[in-house]
């Protein structure tokens, strides 16, 4: 046999199997098997482990890691500071190789954490109940609304433009296969909020829900309450929310919100191209048995000892099968785990200042910019840790962030590539992973380029 | 105990480089009644508790780490550690999806390549990387198969689905407004081509397939039954939960399927990470490659690898950015470490387990259908309630009192008392011999006490837990009394 | 007089009303009964429409409607303690009760007698 190091069966060993089983040859095994090949895969020999990681080293290498890059760069994924501890325990591989923990018995690792995760969601989001995760915050978003329309049986999703555009394309996605339309409602071209009279004139009788940025793509806090006045009684609010925003930002439970989702990855995960995400679900507990996803529930054993397990599972596929609350089957433990160990590191103090940091730097960096001769503001709307310049110059912010390369800063990104109406507009980040010496730094090659 | 009542008022876990506070006053920034009134009562602890807290949890779980976990339909194969040391490189981790194009280049490439290698695998034209999930494939495809009726201006609204199935295939299809037509499985466990030409007609979209099927069976007539769905013009749809019985032996695009998807975290080894993230890669056959979701990442002579944007029918996005990027290093290193020769070996080892464990086994508990299987078997375990006065569930319980997990139970459902058995090709023949030993072990167990046994596990770190108080009253959330 | 279906519902003619639940022998091939989807009062309803859904912990049930009617009440004590159907079904663990449209539907329903007869042939 090659000599593969996973598996571990001699010639010999083959041959008793196979005469146990009573048959000749691995080909009669396959025997019920048309069109089976008659020639090798066309894919290479196999490797060993040193010259293949020597090979996709070189390839990773052909990358620019940020590592090492001050980044001013989110719109979705944000580069924060991820204390060691995290990688270190969530790489056990109790954790790592373990399945969807089916048998409670020899899962209460999994399910304790994901229990402690459904709190910690629950205390940053305000609201009354959280599912152990989805996949990311786009296909959360877009579940929400297929839930929020199940629950209102009505079929227009309202969207603000200023959501997230891919979240947005992820919902007319599902939407088109859930035969509900999505309707978009404006933004306010001075503050970069809702425009609520865009809003008014949306809603109709067929309105099961309005979805929300909470801060938006824009990094603009939307005013919740005053949105939520504005609503029917039995429309939904969805808030789509970062989590870090939430160490400063009000509870979006306490604001109305009816069910909150987002984007987790800003909690311990690191950015990975984008991908894995981790998706938050969070509702009020009276939509608990609507609720899509895993759900762990606490609970007592044979001896009265507290456990853990996935309760109302007969919402789920494996067992209502078309009737299910989604189709979903899997959810983002791992990705859950790095969130609970980063949050409880953080704790109530850490989470907290790490918003203060990242409002603070780009508050910091936003004043410092406008400063510069050609930089205007585009919105007035009170933001978190991102917000929108328009760069008034003979230089593209394509041009702009080509030079920005060259110093290891990942610049804003250009609106355009998503609001055409957007030219010279950039989208700013400012997180605790870049330096005030960075800010200045950015600020004075700023000035120098233009 | 919960980290939260280990908390402790203003401990902490970090620490942050010392900087000068910006002077920049928050009140000034937002609004004070968009601020928030109370701190989210996250836990409070040293770094030395947090990581004591999560070791200790990383011990009450049973893992693949740990031992045989041979849970049918879950390939839960060796995760090599390669993978691991490949994937954390920070080239590939440290990657934001809108830096510039031309700064990953080296992502786009392994992207690209895999998706070839995926291709030359199953047989299918064109593959996209985005779904997240098998589920989450499941979903893609169904979508590709509604934008493809509908541009064609056919309003055909069924998707037949045999009686076997994952219960997330008719949970798919109907996310897609699609009803769902159950085909019946005969005496020998596989489709019942009968049934199926009574049920196709022009109202059908597609079949969607797990081949082979849930019950280890090779589908043999799958050529017929494409051919019968392709003459009313329906997609067929193959669900690739089950590749792992044939990679390098037939293609699911020689066998007539027009869409394909993965599960990267079974066949191809990724760890499943106690549920998740997965991969859900979906491939077509040429005719729907327009349909796939954006972006594809495609290679051009002059351009290099790039993000190809626009796809004339594309159903659109179903996740944010590119897929489980992470997830794809992990197979596409797989892949190579195990080249054409070792995929093939995998295949063929895990068929030969499973059905090494099927004969052996078969003596004590009847296999539900006859004959061959493929990587998995699946028993009919009414002898244990007949004979044994026991149930599936309690000699499922009391396997992990012997420190092995148990395999997939009551499913498919089509089965009494089912169990579903998957050894995968990387568990020896004493492996397998030591579970046949604990299960015949635990017969004779149940034959002296049965009522012993319907209390098992012993062991574990708790026992049976109560299912039904906590349906009926969840408690989802840890309530903290007070201020922690 | 109760009336029983093939689909293990029962009805009670109550003077000008019917009373519908689940039987006995249903309650006890469920197991525990952790919650009750109830349907909503005002629905008009066909003989053999889904009624409402009954969970175990492993299990949904859809229930039928044995006969054509109009809903003018569920019983809200099964939402907090749906174990009310374990306790007693065919008593306390009513569902709902209902106008119904044709009497007539009654006679082909099963009495007593021949329910016990049909499910101990079923079991």
């Given at each position: 046999?090659?000599?593969?190091p996973?598996i571990?069966?001699?010639?010999?060993?083959?041959?008793e199997?196979?005469?146990?089983?009573g048959?000749n040859?691995?080909?009669?095994?396959?025997?019920?098997?048309?069109?089976r090949?008659?020639?090798?895969?066309?894919?290479?020999?196999?490797?060993?482990?040193?010259?293949?990681r020597?090979?996709?080293?070189h390839?990773?290498?052909?990358?620019?890691s940020?590592?090492?890059y001050a980044?001013?760069?989110?719109?979705?994924?944000y580069k924060?500071?991820i204390?060691?501890?995290?990688n270190?325990?969530?790489?056990?591989?109790?954790?790592?190789?373990?399945?969807?923990?089916?048998?409670a018995?020899v899962?209460?690792?999994?399910?304790?954490?994901?229990?402690e995760?459904?709190?910690?969601?629950?205390?940053?989001?305000?609201m009354?109940?959280?599912?152990?995760?989805?996949y990311?915050?786009?296909?959360?978003?877009?579940?929400?609304a297929?839930?929020a329309?199940?629950?209102?049986?009505?079929?227009?999703?309202?969207?603000?433009s200023?959501l997230?555009?891919?979240?947005?394309?992820v919902l007319?996605?599902?939407?088109?296969?859930?035969?509900?339309?999505?309707?978009?409602?404006?933004?306010?071209?001075?503050?970069?909020?809702?425009?609520?009279?865009?809003?008014?004139e949306?809603?109709?009788?067929?309105?099961?829900?309005?979805?929300?940025?909470?801060?938006?793509?824009f990094?603009?806090?939307?005013?919740?309450v005053?949105?939520?006045?504005?609503?029917?009684?039995?429309?939904?609010?969805?808030?789509?929310?970062?989590?870090i925003?939430?160490?400063l930002?009000?509870?979006?439970?306490?604001l109305?919100?009816?069910?909150?989702?987002?984007?987790?990855q800003?909690?311990?995960?690191?950015?990975n191209?984008?991908?894995p995400?981790?998706g938050?679900?969070?509702?009020?507990e009276?939509?608990?048995?609507?609720?899509?996803?895993?759900?762990?529930g606490q609970?007592?054993d044979?001896?009265?000892?507290?456990?853990?397990?996935?309760?109302l599972?007969?919402?789920?596929?494996?067992?209502?099968?078309?009737?299910?609350?989604?189709?979903i089957?899997s959810n983002?433990?791992?990705n859950?785990?790095?969130a609970?160990?980063?949050?409880?590191l953080?704790?109530k103090?850490?989470?907290?200042?790490i918003?203060?940091?990242?409002?603070?730097?780009?508050?910091?960096?936003?004043?410092k910019?406008?400063?510069i001769?050609?930089?205007?503001p585009?919105f007035?709307?009170?933001?978190f840790?991102?917000?929108?310049?328009?760069?008034?110059?003979?230089?593209?912010?394509?041009?702009?962030?080509?030079?920005m390369l060259?110093?290891?800063?990942l610049?804003?990104?250009?609106?355009?590539?998503?609001?055409?109406?957007?030219?010279?507009?950039?989208?700013?980040?400012?997180?605790?992973?870049?330096?005030n010496?960075?800010?200045?730094?950015?600020?004075?090659?700023?000035?120098?380029?233009? | 105990m919960?980290i939260?009542?280990k908390?402790?008022?203003?401990?902490?876990?970090y620490?942050?480089?010392?900087?000068d506070?910006?002077?920049?006053?928050?009140?000034?920034?937002?609004?004070?009644?968009?601020?928030r009134?109370?701190?989210?009562?996250l836990?409070e602890?040293s770094?030395?508790?947090?990581?004591?807290?999560?070791?200790n949890?990383?011990?009450?779980?049973?893992?693949v780490?740990?031992?045989?976990?041979?849970?049918?339909?879950c390939?839960?194969?060796?995760?090599?550690?390669?993978?691991?040391?490949i994937a954390?490189?920070?080239?590939?981790?440290e990657?934001?999806?809108?830096?510039?194009?031309?700064?990953f280049?080296?992502?786009?490439?392994?992207?690209y390549?895999?998706?070839?290698?995926?291709?030359?695998?199953?047989g299918?034209?064109?593959?996209?990387?985005?779904?997240?999930?098998?589920?989450?494939?499941?979903?893609?495809?169904?979508?590709?198969?509604?934008?493809y009726?509908?541009?064609?201006?056919?309003?055909?609204?069924?998707?037949?689905?045999?009686?076997?199935?994952?219960?997330?295939?008719p949970?798919?299809?109907?996310?897609?407004?699609?009803?769902?037509?159950?085909?019946?499985?005969?005496?020998?466990?596989i489709?019942?081509?009968?049934?199926?030409?009574k049920?196709?007609?022009?109202?059908?979209?597609?079949?969607?397939?797990?081949?082979?099927?849930t019950?280890g069976?090779?589908?043999?007539?799958?050529?017929?039954i494409?051919?019968?769905?392709?003459e009313k013009?329906?997609?067929?749809?193959?669900?690739?939960a089950?590749?792992?019985?044939?990679m390098?032996?037939?293609k699911?695009?020689?066998?007539?399927?027009?869409i394909?998807?993965?599960n990267?975290?079974k066949?191809?080894?990724?760890?499943?990470?106690?549920?998740?993230?997965?991969?859900?890669?979906?491939?077509?056959?040429?005719?729907l490659?327009?349909?796939?979701?954006?972006?594809?990442?495609d290679l051009?002579?002059?351009?290099g690898?790039?993000l190809?944007w626009n796809l004339?029918?594309?159903?659109?996005?179903v996740?944010?950015?590119?897929?489980?990027f992470?997830?794809?290093?992990k197979?596409?290193?797989?892949?190579l470490?195990?080249?054409?020769?070792?995929?093939?070996?995998?295949?063929?080892?895990?068929?030969?387990?499973a059905?090494?464990?099927?004969k052996?086994?078969s003596?004590?508990?009847?296999?539900?259908?006859?004959g061959?299987?493929?990587h998995?078997?699946?028993f009919?375990?009414?002898?244990?309630?007949?004979?044994?006065?026991?149930?599936t569930?309690?000699?499922?319980?009391?396997?992990?009192?012997?420190?092995?997990?148990?395999?997939?139970?009551y499913?498919?459902?089509?089965?009494?008392?089912a169990?579903?058995?998957?050894?995968?090709?990387?568990e020896?023949?004493?492996?397998?011999d030591?579970?046949?030993?604990?299960?015949?072990?635990?017969?004779?167990?149940a034959?002296?006490?049965?009522?012993?046994?319907?209390?098992?596990?012993?062991?574990?770190p708790?026992?049976?837990?109560?299912?039904?108080?906590?349906s009926?009253s969840?408690?989802v959330?840890?309530?903290?009394?007070?201020?922690? | 007089m109760?009336k029983?279906?093939?689909?293990h519902?029962?009805v009670?003619?109550?003077g000008?009303?019917?009373?519908?639940g689940?039987?006995?022998?249903?309650?006890?091939?469920?197991g525990?009964?952790?919650?009750v989807?109830?349907p909503?009062?005002?629905n008009e309803?066909?003989?053999?429409?889904?009624?409402?859904?009954v969970?175990?912990?492993?299990?949904?049930?859809?229930i039928?409607?044995?006969v054509?009617?109009?809903i003018?009440?569920?019983?809200?004590?099964?939402?907090?303690?749906?174990?009310?159907?374990?306790?007693?079904a065919?008593?306390?663990g009513?569902?709902?009760?209902?106008?119904?449209?044709?009497e007539?539907?009654?006679d082909?329903?099963?009495?007593?007698?021949?329910?016990?007869?049909?499910?101990?042939?079923?079991?």
């Amino acid at each position: 046999m090659s000599n593969n190091p996973y598996i571990p069966h001699s010639k010999k060993e083959i041959k008793e199997m196979l005469t146990e089983i009573g048959v000749n040859s691995i080909d009669e095994l396959y025997n019920d098997v048309p069109n089976r090949l008659d020639s090798d895969l066309d894919i290479p020999e196999a490797s060993d482990e040193f010259s293949l990681r020597r090979k996709l080293k070189h390839l990773s290498e052909l990358n620019s890691s940020l590592d090492d890059y001050a980044v001013f760069r989110g719109a979705g994924v944000y580069k924060h500071l991820i204390p060691a501890a995290v990688n270190s325990l969530a790489s056990r591989g109790e954790f790592l190789t373990a399945y969807t923990p089916y048998q409670a018995e020899v899962s209460q690792g999994t399910l304790q954490m994901l229990f402690e995760f459904q709190t910690m969601i629950t205390e940053l989001t305000g609201m009354d109940i959280a599912n152990s995760s989805m996949y990311d915050g786009a296909s959360a978003t877009a579940e929400a609304a297929l839930m929020a329309a199940r629950i209102t049986k009505k079929e227009d999703v309202l969207v603000a433009s200023s959501l997230h555009p891919e979240y947005i394309e992820v919902l007319k996605t599902y939407c088109f296969g859930a035969d509900l339309n999505v309707i978009p409602v404006k933004y306010s071209a001075d503050s970069g909020n809702l425009d609520f009279e865009d809003l008014k004139e949306k809603i109709s009788e067929n309105t099961a829900t309005l979805i929300l940025g909470y801060p938006n793509f824009f990094g603009i806090v939307e005013h919740l309450v005053k949105i939520k006045e504005l609503l029917p009684k039995k429309v939904l609010l969805i808030a789509v929310i970062n989590p870090i925003a939430l160490g400063l930002l009000e509870a979006p439970g306490k604001l109305g919100a009816d069910i909150v989702v987002g984007e987790g990855q800003p909690l311990g995960n690191p950015m990975n191209l984008g991908g894995p995400g981790l998706g938050l679900f969070a509702t009020r507990e009276k939509y608990i048995r609507k609720t899509p996803g895993r759900l762990i529930g606490q609970t007592k054993d044979l001896d009265g000892k507290t456990g853990y397990a996935m309760i109302l599972q007969t919402r789920e596929q494996h067992i209502r099968r078309e009737k299910a609350t989604s189709n979903i089957c899997s959810n983002h433990s791992f990705n859950a785990l790095l969130a609970s160990i980063y949050m409880s590191l953080m704790g109530k103090n850490g989470i907290k200042e790490i918003a203060t940091r990242c409002l603070k730097k780009s508050h910091y960096l936003y004043e410092k910019l406008l400063k510069i001769e050609g930089i205007s503001p585009v919105f007035d709307g009170p933001f978190f840790h991102e917000f929108v310049l328009r760069i008034n110059k003979d230089k593209t912010i394509e041009e702009i962030n080509e030079k920005m390369l060259e110093e290891k800063i990942l610049g804003p990104l250009s609106l355009e590539r998503f609001f055409p109406n957007m030219e010279n507009c950039a989208l700013f980040c400012t997180t605790e992973a870049v330096n005030n010496d960075d800010i200045t730094f950015l600020a004075g090659k700023l000035e120098e380029i233009l | 105990m919960t980290i939260f009542e280990k908390s402790r008022k203003n401990r902490t876990g970090y620490s942050l480089p010392d900087e000068d506070s910006l002077e920049v006053q928050i009140e000034k920034a937002i609004p004070e009644e968009l601020l928030r009134s109370k701190d989210p009562s996250l836990p409070e602890s040293s770094e030395t508790e947090v990581v004591r807290h999560y070791n200790n949890l990383s011990k009450k779980n049973f893992s693949v780490d740990s031992g045989f976990y041979p849970l049918g339909s879950c390939t839960m194969k060796y995760n090599p550690r390669i993978n691991e040391s490949i994937a954390s490189l920070p080239g590939f981790t440290e990657l934001h999806p809108y830096q510039p194009e031309k700064t990953f280049k080296g992502a786009l490439e392994l992207m690209y390549d895999l998706k070839k290698l995926l291709s030359e695998i199953t047989g299918m034209k064109s593959f996209t990387l985005q779904p997240a999930a098998g589920a989450h494939g499941e979903l893609t495809g169904m979508l590709i198969i509604k934008k493809y009726f509908r541009s064609k201006g056919e309003k055909r609204n069924k998707v037949i689905i045999p009686d076997s199935a994952h219960g997330t295939n008719p949970a798919s299809a109907k996310m897609v407004g699609f009803d769902v037509v159950e085909i019946k499985s005969n005496d020998n466990g596989i489709v019942d081509l009968e049934d199926l030409k009574k049920q196709i007609d022009e109202d059908v979209a597609g079949i969607m397939l797990t081949n082979p099927n849930t019950l280890g069976l090779f589908e043999k007539d799958i050529c017929k039954i494409t051919e019968i769905a392709h003459e009313k013009g329906a997609l067929m749809y193959y669900d690739g939960a089950n590749l792992n019985a044939i990679m390098g032996k037939v293609k699911p695009g020689d066998m007539g399927f027009d869409i394909i998807h993965l599960n990267l975290h079974k066949t191809f080894s990724t760890p499943h990470g106690m549920g998740g993230p997965g991969s859900g890669p979906v491939g077509v056959a040429e005719f729907l490659k327009d349909y796939l979701p954006v972006p594809i990442v495609d290679l051009d002579n002059e351009k290099g690898y790039y993000l190809k944007w626009n796809l004339n029918n594309s159903i659109g996005r179903v996740r944010s950015f590119f897929g489980n990027f992470n997830v794809l290093v992990k197979a596409y290193s797989y892949i190579l470490m195990m080249g054409k020769d070792g995929l093939r070996l995998a295949s063929e080892m895990a068929v030969l387990n499973a059905n090494y464990l099927r004969k052996k086994l078969s003596t004590m508990i009847p296999t539900a259908f006859p004959g061959i299987c493929k990587h998995e078997a699946v028993f009919d375990g009414s002898v244990l309630v007949d004979d044994y006065n026991v149930k599936t569930i309690d000699l499922a319980k009391k396997l992990l009192d012997y420190n092995v997990h148990p395999p997939t139970i009551y499913f498919p459902l089509i089965v009494n008392e089912a169990l579903m058995i998957e050894p995968s090709e990387t568990e020896s023949k004493e492996n397998i011999d030591n579970y046949i030993s604990i299960i015949k072990e635990i017969l004779v167990e149940a034959r002296n006490d049965p009522e012993k046994l319907k209390k098992a596990p012993y062991t574990t770190p708790v026992r049976r837990l109560d299912e039904v108080t906590a349906s009926r009253s969840p408690v989802v959330s840890y309530r903290q009394e007070t201020e922690g | 007089m109760i009336k029983y279906s093939k689909s293990h519902e029962w009805v009670k003619k109550e003077g000008e009303i019917g009373v519908i639940g689940i039987t006995d022998y249903a309650q006890d091939q469920l197991g525990d009964i952790v919650y009750v989807e109830l349907p909503e009062a005002g629905n008009e309803i066909n003989k053999g429409e889904m009624l409402c859904t009954v969970e175990s912990v492993k299990a949904a049930s859809d229930i039928y409607s044995p006969v054509t009617c109009e809903i003018t009440e569920v019983n809200e004590d099964l939402e907090d303690s749906p174990e009310i159907i374990n306790e007693d079904a065919e008593g306390k663990g009513w569902i709902c009760k209902v106008k119904l449209s044709d009497e007539s539907e009654l006679d082909k329903l099963m009495n007593k007698e021949e329910y016990d007869e049909f499910y101990e042939k079923e079991g």
